[in-house]
């Protein structure tokens, strides 16, 4: 059955955090202060019964000692032995079991004794509570570090998963590493110097992903690189910058790159030219920057260029020469050589006729290769990436020598293969399918024979990175194809511990297997059906078949239903987020009827209800309600009105809307409080029902009803024809269950309460009691003050005291079904339930030869007056007029008070 819709709450997860160390529990020589204080009383008083009060005082205080040592220190449960998170928030108990003790320790000593005892006791009080705050405050810094930092390495890794992110990840950073400098009050200076060395380490991450990404893709299917016939700027200016310094901004001492005529950087600029080219670039000419930022460099040989390409009609060979010997030259090889833009020589022919041997061979080189740079590894790709801003200069003028690299790799076709093949690899793995990795023996076999040393490198690096990731396949398997459990186990196995070889790398291992872990866990709680439409071969055949009408929506629930329950899903969601966003979003356009909205929803079976519960947070009130209550006409009612405006609706009414509200809320006043007691969500339950039904009312109201009687029928259709309310609870009819078989049920189940049913949380905490009383006293007054909340899902109650859920020994909150309340009331009824009972039954009786028919009848007709209150006298006759007695009437008339 359908039932009223509830809205449960997001949950947040808390977070604490960890601090530094802690000091061992100091004890004091208050032993020989003690002796101090008991000899100067001896000396005054004399007295033998001080010096006995002396002794219990000194046993006292040396038994608080060790009670406070026990707390902090005991292996097994001293507040030691809490680390990080379970530390936080628990030295306010360790510090009430001291005072607990205290006061036990103070309540054996005579009075004299013990008020001495209680003033050194302060002390010791005060020395354990210090210790014991300073204990928790220093694992919270310490979590709280550890959050910060597993925080900031999950940003990187985001930037270096995606680098176009790069800028949200860093926004994300910067925001987090602000507030916890301010936090622990760090200074702004250590504050911007953590986020710059953030921002310096990511974006060098990133940009190194960026890297890779073009590096595998550079070489092109079946290992050819893919070549065009006619270079544009980007792909040419590359190759230039390629040929003039490698990419390099720094020579190997580290300083600027100076060729033996005074070009500077990675763009090869001289000096004098470079207020020129930074005019054409638009930015002002900053000589530091022309030394020290690789960019900025760039950025001046990219104007340039560009200027050299508009000058000689976007021709590449006269550009590229123009840029290494200065367009005069150029100008003056056209008038000698011819001018390959009109057809007097070709491009060919001018380039080798170039009389300068340095120039000459620049723009063969340049031209020559230009051609097979993809353009997403040109240095104007490079310098465009988010995060390449985010680098110092250094590591740009590094990034671009090993694009530059790249360059030189054109022989290289075996790789491609691989590359490809590796990203393939990482894509199962996500997936968790078994991949069979590349070995190292493969790897080797398509290095290129003359790669340098530091090419060598890189590939080794790139493998080494590869075979790390695969290394997780296990684990991964395990995270994407079996239950939470199943996943937990697997990452637990590859937890590294202090101090093992590799402990750095593993560590690195074991936080990507938990990041995955957590993604694949949020992402099968927030849409199981979609994850499972990705991940799940079962659900793709199902919504493959569901596709193609060769199954019903039944089908594919039932699919989706089976893999959530094997993989522990707990989410009620059965569809994915798309196909109900594609209802409601026809349920709200206005175009589509009742009819054909109960229509979808039976095409699903018996999961229709569950198809309405995920499909109702995202309509309307009136969406909701209407697939909630049980009567049909009202239900076509609310969503055939559900666009129209409640003032309109009012206004068709008359003048008597206005008695609608007060006629409403006495209705619904004993059906409120099960409403708004109801656990996640029933206020907004009990918001839409008054909204809605009201709304009913008006309707009604526009036929020619007065309020109180539209009220009354729209009541009645919502709530009063279909629902049992009492107290604080109400049932559903359709479940066919009697009100007083389910009353007397739950009192049993009340009274039936033992002290080991109810969780280890007093409710109701006396310290003067033990925990024998305490616990006994937390029973009955559960069992004086208990109020029972129906369930999210209509079909039970919990158990509630004020408001305040009351668990069971697991932590659970204890709930008792309808059905089996009904069970219990029959099974053990009161006597008011009995009576009913029995009236209930159905009997065909057949009367004993001394009584006549009508004598049973008046024994029933008594009955009935019992239960009325009225006297259990009935004025047929009997057949026997000498024999007054009724069996059945005396015990009535005793129950009534005859």
Do not use: C
């Not at 038994?63 to 902090?72: D, K």
């Not at 079996?482 to 196995?493: K, P």
């Not at 039970?796 to 932590?811: M, S």
């Amino acid at each position: 059955m359908p039932i009223v819709p509830t809205v449960q709450g997001r949950q947040v997860e808390s977070r604490g955090v960890q601090t530094g160390g802690f000091q061992t529990f100091n004890q004091p020589n208050i032993t020989d202060a003690l002796v101090n204080v008991g000899n100067q009383a001896i000396g005054v008083f004399g007295q033998a019964k001080q010096q006995a009060d002396l002794a219990l005082t000194q046993d006292a205080t040396q038994r608080l000692y060790a009670v406070g040592s026990g707390l902090m220190d005991d292996p097994k449960e001293g507040l030691m032995t809490l680390q990080g998170k379970n530390a936080i928030g628990q030295a306010p108990g360790y510090i009430q079991k001291f005072d607990n003790e205290m006061q036990t320790i103070a309540g054996t000593l005579p009075e004299s004794a013990r008020n001495v005892f209680l003033k050194h006791a302060q002390q010791q009080r005060i020395q354990f509570a210090t210790q014991a705050e300073r204990y928790e405050l220093g694992q919270r810094r310490q979590y709280e570090s550890g959050q910060q930092d597993g925080y900031l390495s999950l940003q990187a890794q985001q930037a270096i998963s995606n680098p176009q992110l790069f800028n949200q990840s860093a926004l994300n950073a910067r925001a987090s590493i602000m507030a916890y400098g301010q936090a622990h009050g760090q200074s702004p200076e250590e504050i911007e110097s953590n986020w710059v060395q953030w921002r310096e380490s990511a974006g060098q991450k990133a940009t190194e992903a960026a890297f890779a990404n073009v590096y595998q893709q550079l070489l092109g299917p079946g290992g050819k690189i893919s070549v065009t016939d006619s270079p544009d700027q980007s792909q040419l200016f590359s190759a230039m910058i390629w040929q003039e310094s490698g990419g390099n901004q720094y020579a190997k001492d580290g300083s600027p790159l100076v060729s033996p005529k005074g070009a500077v950087g990675a763009a090869q600029v001289m000096e004098s030219t470079g207020p020129e080219a930074a005019s054409l670039a638009g930015v002002p000419w900053d000589r530091d920057k022309w030394l020290n930022d690789p960019r900025y460099n760039m950025q001046l040989g990219q104007a340039y260029f560009s200027a050299q390409m508009k000058k000689y009609d976007n021709n590449p060979v006269l550009a590229v020469a123009a840029y290494n010997a200065g367009p005069s030259a150029v100008d003056g090889w056209i008038k000698q050589i011819g001018d390959p833009r009109t057809g007097q020589v070709s491009n060919a022919q001018f380039a080798a006729a170039i009389p300068f041997e340095e120039t000459r061979n620049y723009v063969a080189n340049v031209t020559g290769s230009a051609g097979a740079i993809p353009g997403n590894a040109t240095m104007e790709s490079l310098t465009n990436l988010p995060s390449w801003n985010a680098m110092n200069a250094a590591n740009k003028s590094q990034m671009m020598s090993r694009m530059t690299g790249l360059y030189d790799m054109q022989a290289s076709s075996g790789r491609v293969a691989l590359q490809s093949r590796m990203q393939d690899d990482l894509a199962q793995l996500e997936a968790g399918k078994t991949v069979p990795p590349i070995s190292a023996h493969e790897w080797i076999a398509v290095m290129p024979l003359q790669a340098t040393p530091v090419e060598r490198m890189q590939l080794e690096k790139t493998y080494q990175q590869y075979r790390q990731a695969m290394s997780l396949q296990p684990v991964y398997q395990s995270i994407v194809k079996g239950n939470s459990q199943q996943g937990l186990a697997a990452i637990q196995s590859i937890q590294p511990q202090q101090g093992e070889p590799d402990y750095k790398y593993k560590s690195e291992l074991y936080a990507s297997a938990v990041s995955k872990f957590q993604q694949v866990h949020d992402a099968r709680e927030s849409d199981p059906g979609t994850w499972l439409q990705q991940y799940s071969p079962v659900v793709q055949s199902a919504f493959q078949e569901y596709q193609n009408n060769q199954v019903t929506g039944e089908y594919l629930i039932s699919r989706i239903q089976a893999e959530k329950d094997r993989l522990g899903i707990r989410s009620k969601s059965v569809l994915p987020a798309s196909i109900v966003d594609g209802i409601s979003a026809k349920v709200d356009s206005g175009n589509m009827n009742f009819s054909d909205l109960k229509g979808i929803i039976a095409g699903f079976g018996r999961y229709g209800d569950s198809v309405v519960a995920q499909l109702q947070p995202k309509t309307k009130a009136a969406v909701r309600v209407a697939t909630a209550i049980n009567d049909a006409n009202a239900a076509d009612t609310l969503f055939t009105i559900r666009n129209v405006k409640t003032e309109e609706l009012k206004k068709n009414s008359g003048e008597q809307a206005k008695g609608v509200d007060a006629a409403w809320n006495s209705l619904i006043a004993a059906a409120s409080p099960t409403f708004s007691l109801q656990r996640q969500g029933g206020a907004e339950t009990l918001a839409d029902i008054n909204e809605q039904g009201k709304r009913l009312a008006y309707y009604y109201m526009a036929s020619g009803e007065d309020a109180q009687a539209a009220t009354e029928k729209a009541y009645k259709k919502m709530i009063g024809d279909h629902y049992t309310v009492n107290d604080t609870w109400r049932m559903p009819n359709s479940l066919g269950l009697k009100e007083n078989n389910v009353t007397d049920g739950l009192s049993n189940i009340v009274n039936g309460l033992k002290v080991d049913d109810i969780g280890s949380r007093s409710l109701f905490y006396n310290p003067a009691m033990t925990p024998e009383q305490n616990a006994a006293n937390n029973l009955a007054q559960i069992q004086n003050s208990a109020e029972w909340v129906t369930d999210e899902n209509e079909q039970g109650v919990y158990l509630t005291v004020n408001g305040t859920p009351i668990l069971d020994q697991h932590g659970s909150p204890i709930r008792v079904s309808f059905a089996d309340a009904s069970k219990s009331g029959i099974a053990k009824p009161s006597s008011t339930g009995a009576v009913l009972n029995w009236m209930g039954e159905k009997r065909k009786v057949t009367p004993p030869s001394e009584f006549y028919t009508p004598n049973v009848n008046a024994t029933m007709s008594d009955a009935f007056r019992v239960l009325q209150g009225q006297d259990a006298t009935s004025p047929l006759p009997q057949k026997e007029a000498d024999n007054t007695s009724n069996t059945l009437r005396d015990a009535l008339n005793t129950l009534g008070g005859k």
